[in-house]
């Protein structure tokens, strides 16, 4: 934040080594002239050094607000992709984002890590298979996670009568 205070002292500063400037036309003693220089020489140095420190902020400033402006793309940007998927229920409490089809542009239908996604981070999730109870095996390469989607159908592991000895 640029102190007010600080540019306020610039300016008046410099007005009144402007005023020394217009007495000094009207005196003749060289002394005084030379003690009036030096009066306006310690106003200038000081306006000189306040300006420098209210440069340093504004940069700072500049700096922040270019910081902040990304940021608030990337929040839009993320808001965009976000707002192309949606949270699919695969039964028994299994869920993950999928895309929705009015929002495809052309992309393969393909579901996101529900971890990610709530990190505002869009990744795919890679088919791996299907497990004996016929949940369908999902890998999240960003952050590792592994997803069982759907309902578990019971296994039925054949009887003794029915086993080949
Ligand atoms: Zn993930």
């Known amino acids: 934040m640029i102190d007010i205070a600080l540019w306020s002292g610039v ?15 009207e005196i003749n003693d060289l002394t005084v002239i030379r003690s009036k220089v030096i009066e306006m020489q310690d106003i200038i140095l000081g306006a000189q050094s306040s300006a420098m420190a209210v440069q340093t902020q504004l940069f700072e ?10 940021k608030v793309a990337a929040v839009d940007d993320w808001k965009a992709t976000a707002a192309r998927y949606q949270l699919k229920d695969y039964g028994e409490g299994t869920y993950a984002y999928e895309l929705k ?3 495809a542009n052309g992309e393969p239908p393909h579901k996101l890590c529900p971890v990610c996604f709530e990190n505002d981070k869009r990744s795919l999730l890679q088919f791996q298979g299907k497990t004996v109870s016929k949940q369908h095996m999902y890998k ?13 159908s019971e296994t039925s592991w054949p009887s003794r009568a029915n086993r080949r000895v």
């Open 11 to 25: 300016a008046s500063g410099l007005k009144t080594a402007v005023d020394i400037g217009k007495t000094i036309k």
């Open 61 to 70: 400033l500049i700096q922040e607000n270019s910081e902040l402006k990304a």
């Open 101 to 103: 089809e009015d929002a």
């Open 140 to 152: 999240c390469h960003s952050c590792g996670g592994d997803f069982y989607l759907g309902t578990r």
